[in-house]
Each structure stands twice: as structure tokens, then as C-alpha cells.
T-cell receptor, first 113, second 118 residues
């Protein structure tokens, strides 16, 4: 059981480049989330999904896009990278409607230069 | 709107001291869940506890204890006889119920950095 897997672990992007952060979970969880963590700012919710085909914006969605074509995968897309998107990104998943334990991936450290 | 406030940015204690991390939350919902997560220097997020809004019993797990008080909208976390391995950032988080199809977001506080000195 791998849990929540994020790739890559580290990435450096140039301004204006695009990339996709991958997130996969093998626990058959319906709910998946993307957060960004900036120093001293806690975790901010970017996007979330309550099931395949359903996504919605969180607190800080600008500059990002997501899709949820399968239960397992919830990729996060950056179309035109900006320095303000330098952060650590965490993907999380949980099961069902009752909020149980959220499982987090190991994080992706992204630097935009 | 949901909000979680962790007013203590950093706390430094000496090993074996007790330490309490404060968490104050805001919500309009009557059904909600509160959580504590630990983020050690390695960076991963480790779940510690969940409490629902109907259960105000305090919880103790080894050296950890949690005090949930709805009257003050607080969910404080105490580490007894702290150890160097407790050094980490601790996050408090809030999730409202989504009965009826609401958002069910998980909102985090800004975290408290705990440094335990030997």
C-alpha cells in the first residue's frame, strides 16, 4: 500500500514554463486535495475534488488547474509559472463523507526562477 | 467562514518541560471536525488526532493530550515532558461537515514551530 504518491519531489522551473505535479493514491479515496505551503503561512487549499469528474476551487486557485479523470489521480497543472508559485505542494486524500484521517503525500518542492 | 488561528509562531522549551500549543477556530457550522498534524523537519505531515464537534471529552495519548472547549472555540494541544524528537511544526486544522453538499474543505492554521532543546 503506497498511500499518496507525489512526483516529482523537487523541480526548478523558469518563469513562463508549465508543468504538472502528479498525485496518485491507491486507497480508493473519493476526496483529494492540493495544498501549497509557504514559510510561516500554513497550508493553503488550492483545489479539491470529491470524486472523479468533480473539482472545485479552494482558497488560492489562481494560476493552477486540476482534473480528476480517475479516482486514483489528481494532477495539478501550472500553465505559466511565476515566482509567486515557489512553494512546497502537498497532495492529500481521504475516504468518504465523514472526515477521517487525511493522508498526505511527501510534498513537491517547486522553485520558479 | 472557517478560520483557524495559531497565535504562537514559535515556542522553545528545554527537554522535560511541558508545553501547550494553542488553537482557536471559527466556524458557523454546528458539525465540524478538528485535527492536529505534526510536520517534523523531514517535511511529511503526520496525523495526530481528530475530534468532532459533539465530543468535548479531553483525550490523552501517552505524553500528548488535547483540550477541546467549544465555549472558547479552542482545541489546545499539550505535550508533557517534552523530548527533542517532539521538535516540529504543529498544525491545527478545521473541517466543516458537508451534509447537504457543502465544501468539506480542510483549513489549516499557520502552524507553531516547537523547538525542544536538550
Amino acid at each position: 500500500n503506497a498511500g499518496v504518491t507525489q512526483t516529482p519531489k523537487f523541480r526548478i522551473l523558469k518563469i513562463g514554463q508549465s508543468m504538472t505535479l502528479q498525485c496518485t493514491q491507491d486507497m480508493n479515496h473519493n476526496y483529494m486535495y492540493w495544498y501549497r505551503q509557504d514559510p510561516g503561512m500554513g497550508l493553503k487549499l488550492i483545489y479539491y475534488s470529491v470524486g472523479a469528474g468533480i473539482t472545485d476551487k479552494g482558497e488560492v486557485p489562481n494560476g493552477y488547474n486540476v482534473s480528476r479523470s480517475t479516482t486514483e489521480d489528481f494532477p495539478l497543472r501550472l500553465e505559466l509559472a511565476a515566482p509567486s508559485q515557489t512553494s512546497v505542494y502537498f497532495c492529500a486524500s481521504r475516504k468518504g463523507q465523514e472526515w477521517g484521517e487525511a493522508f498526505f503525500g511527501q510534498g513537491t518542492r517547486l522553485t520558479v526562477v | 467562514a472557517q478560520k483557524v488561528t495559531q497565535a504562537q509562531t514559535e515556542i522553545s522549551v528545554v527537554e522535560k518541560e511541558d508545553v501547550t500549543l494553542d488553537c482557536v477556530y471559527e466556524t458557523r457550522d454546528t458539525t465540524y471536525y478538528l485535527f492536529w498534524y505534526k510536520q517534523p523537519p523531514s517535511g511529511e505531515l503526520v496525523f495526530l488526532i481528530r475530534r468532532n464537534s459533539f465530543d468535548e471529552q479531553n483525550e490523552i495519548s501517552g505524553r500528548y493530550s488535547w483540550n477541546f472547549q467549544k465555549s472558547t472555540s479552542s482545541f489546545n494541544f499539550t505535550i508533557t515532558a517534552s523530548q527533542v524528537v517532539d521538535s516540529a511544526v504543529y498544525f491545527c486544522a478545521l473541517s466543516e461537515s458537508n451534509y447537504g453538499g457543502a465544501t468539506n474543505k480542510l483549513i489549516f492554521g499557520t502552524g507553531t514551530l516547537l523547538a525542544v532543546q536538550p
